[in-house]
């Protein structure tokens, strides 16, 4: 148990559906991420929150839409994907304190097995 | 999008073997981690270093940053089967604070 839990753990989707992942960390953690772990490829960076305001959006297509309403959640809103986004996605915190030189340990949650039809 | 390179990126090993994994990049970084990540979790960080040179122990494990800060090996001792994971790296650089980019990964297998 890292503190960090992801729902749903599994969700299958076609293409057109409209579908949200959950992320809730009860760590006081001040960053929060999103990650995308496909096979054969490293994980991918994807969002980076700070004190709930997003400081990195790494190149991500606008059919990821990211939202964090607080410090301890954080959402992936999913829409009209692709069958190669199908990976596990992973969410992260880190207590971040906002120093460039913050070098704090991640803490992943078990991820969400993301399958698109 | 940086790139860390690992290697090997498989490796399969018997009980009581050393092994050594590779971490390379062609940027600096403020900091590396480790993690290790078992099938159906998360990765867990086993280690983090911010100092050219800086060598770390984590009982049979041995962690070295190199001295340019592009680079890092991870050492296991006498592999076990619970050793058995994917282990990959991580780096941060000075710029870009808590943004950890992640290297390819080696996944190790220790047969009994």
């Known amino acids: 148990e890292t503190g960090v839990t992801q729902t749903p753990r599994h969700l299958v989707m076609g293409m057109t559906n409209k579908k949200s992942l959950k992320c809730e960390q009860h760590l006081g953690h001040n960053a929060m991420y999103w990650y995308k772990q496909s096979a054969k490829k490293p994980l991918e960076l994807m969002f980076v929150?700070?004190?709930?305001?997003?400081?990195e959006n790494n190149s991500v297509p606008s059919r990821f839409s990211p939202e964090c309403p607080n410090s301890s959640h954080l959402f992936l809103h999913l829409h009209t994907l692709q069958p190669e986004d199908s990976a596990l996605y992973l969410c992260?915190?880190?207590?971040?304190?906002?120093?460039?030189?913050?070098?704090?340990?991640?803490?992943f949650g078990e991820g969400s097995r993301l399958t698109v039809l | 999008t940086q790139l860390l390179e690992q290697s090997p990126q498989f490796l399969s090993i018997q009980e009581g073997e050393n092994l050594t994994v590779y971490c390379n990049s062609s940027s600096v970084f403020s900091s590396l981690q480790w993690y290790r990540q078992e099938p159906g979790e998360g990765p867990v960080l086993l280690v983090t270093v911010v100092t050219g040179g800086e060598v770390k122990k984590l009982k049979r494990l041995t962690f070295q940053f190199g001295d340019a800060r592009k680079d890092s090996s991870l050492h296991i001792t006498a592999a076990q089967p619970g050793d058995t994971g994917l282990y990959l790296c991580a780096g941060a650089y000075l710029d870009t604070g808590n943004q950890f980019y992640f290297g390819t990964g080696t996944s190790l297998t220790v047969i009994p």
């Open positions: 992260a915190s880190s207590p971040y304190e906002g120093s460039a030189g913050d070098t704090g340990e991640l803490f």
């Open positions: 929150y700070n004190f709930k305001e997003q400081t």
